[in-house]
């Protein structure tokens, strides 16, 4: 098992360029479910997670290729079998994105239901009762979600008990093959579901109010096959600003989605560095400002991410004053508490959601240990600032979301390196 060494005190600074998007390659890949032709993807970031969806899409029977670009091409009409394994679904959950797709398409799927993870217990009742509106027979037995609809999924009014991202992007995909019109209310406005609508268009499927709570799709017979570009990714980006704010670096991220960051950047800003956007640029200069504890609440886009509470914290740890946060988007996404305190952070847990920080001149390495992705993510920026040598165990966490980590941080000045185990 790879680690990550990692000897802090070195600001960060130079120039990087994000990765695609994790989160929107995932859906996208299952959405290749629905397409009668090909569809090529570019892109894609070289993460664990992108390879576990593209061997689910191999176990289900489709042909994947690469070509020399790094782009894949997915030809799905060679799927056959409709099962998605427990192996892989209890890898990743975004496996659980191929149900809407392939019961569409094929009028039957079986895909293991997701258990319980490191941030919560992330239930899966939404995507069912949407689908189940539909016109779809949903069981579950042994462990597995079987769904049918012999006669096609019908179009319905779906109104969702609570914002859900993957239970959007599941609903959103059925209904491009369903009889007549679906309209999704209190639908996820996250990027990364506009980015699935925009990917589905070009597939050709009629799609309106994806960005806002109401989403409306006409369905049809087929799709097509499209080419289409993966965008950037928001909370690698995310994660790299943090990472230069709490060094007090200077760099600057090229093709970095600005415009999907606002709370972000607003944000970083009232911890005191100054944050410029020219274009698809983001520059963020740290050298000259003291860091200011700031508060900070995760809510639904176009709130603060969730997938960056635990690095705002391990800024935070670092910044004068004290701040609480609150995560409100799931139950137990506090992992990183006990490891930052091991690196001399002074984090108390007030209850389920809330902590407060209190910011110290000085954290100190010490060997951590990784429990999520984003939670890996805030040990590595509190290692980043600390002095002395800190060991990240369990680094696979980050391998799933961060493409070629040691070697982007190398770049902009960071010790880093990885060794195994
Ligand atoms: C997506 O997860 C992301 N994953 C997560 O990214 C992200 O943290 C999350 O959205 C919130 O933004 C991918 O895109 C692959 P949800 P998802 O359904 O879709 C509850 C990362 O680090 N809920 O929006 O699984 C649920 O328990 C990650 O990259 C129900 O109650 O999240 C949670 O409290 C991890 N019933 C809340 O909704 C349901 O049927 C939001 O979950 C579905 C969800």
Not at 32 to 43: D, E, F, G, I, Q
Not at 140 to 152: H, K, L, S
Not at 212 to 236: A, F, H, P, W
Not at 262 to 267: F, R
């Amino acid at each position: 098992m790879d680690k990550l060494l990692v000897r802090g005190g070195e600001p960060l600074k130079g120039e990087t360029k994000a990765s695609g998007s994790k989160n929107s390659s995932l859906p996208i890949l299952a959405a290749t479910l629905l397409a009668s032709k090909p569809v090529r993807l570019s892109n894609l970031p070289h993460l664990r997670d992108v390879t576990t969806m593209l061997e689910l899409l191999a176990v289900l029977g489709a042909r994947v290729s690469l070509d020399e670009s790094l782009a894949v091409t997915i030809d799905t009409n060679s799927v056959s079998n409709l099962k998605a394994p427990y192996d892989l679904v209890r890898k990743m959950r975004a496996s659980f994105l191929v149900l809407g797709p392939l019961l569409a398409r094929h009028g039957r799927v079986e895909v293991s239901l997701p258990g319980g993870c490191a941030i919560g217990t992330r239930p899966v009742d939404q995507h069912l009762k949407a689908l189940e509106l539909m016109g779809a027979t949903i069981s579950i037995v042994n462990g597995y979600v079987t769904a049918t609809c012999e006669r096609g999924l019908e179009g319905a009014h779906v109104a969702m008990d609570v914002v859900t991202v993957g239970g959007t992007q599941n609903v959103l995909m059925a209904a491009t093959l369903a009889r007549g019109t679906t309209v999704i209310e209190n639908a996820a406005q996250e990027p990364e579901v506009v980015e699935l609508a925009s990917c589905l268009r070009e597939m050709g499927a009629s799609i309106t109010g994806d960005g806002s709570s109401t989403i409306t799709v006409d369905g049809c017979n087929q799709l097509q096959g499209c080419s289409y570009r993966v965008k950037s990714d928001r909370i690698e980006v995310g994660t790299y600003l943090i990472a230069a704010a709490a060094t007090r670096g200077h760099i600057c991220i090229h093709d970095a989605c600005p415009e999907t960051l606002d709370a972000v950047l607003d944000t970083l800003r009232d911890f005191g560095p100054d944050v410029q956007v020219s274009g698809s640029t983001i520059e963020l200069d740290a050298r000259t400002n003291s860091s200011r504890a700031t508060d900070i609440f995760t809510a639904v886009y176009p709130g603060i991410p969730t997938d960056l509470q635990a690095q705002f914290m391990a800024l935070n740890c670092v910044s004068e004053g004290v701040s609480q946060i609150t995560e409100t988007i799931f139950e137990n996404r506090f992992m990183h508490v006990q490891e930052l305190v091991r690196l001399g952070a002074d984090v108390r847990l007030m209850d389920a959601r809330t902590a407060t920080v209190k910011g110290v001149s000085q954290l100190r390495g010490a060997p951590v240990m990784a429990t999520d992705l984003r939670a890996s993510s805030s040990l590595l920026i509190g290692a980043l600032v600390a002095t002395g040598e800190t060991a990240i165990n369990r680094i696979y966490h980050i391998d799933r979301g961060y493409e070629r980590i040691e070697e982007k941080l190398g770049w902009l000045g960071a010790d880093i390196r990885r060794v195994s185990v």
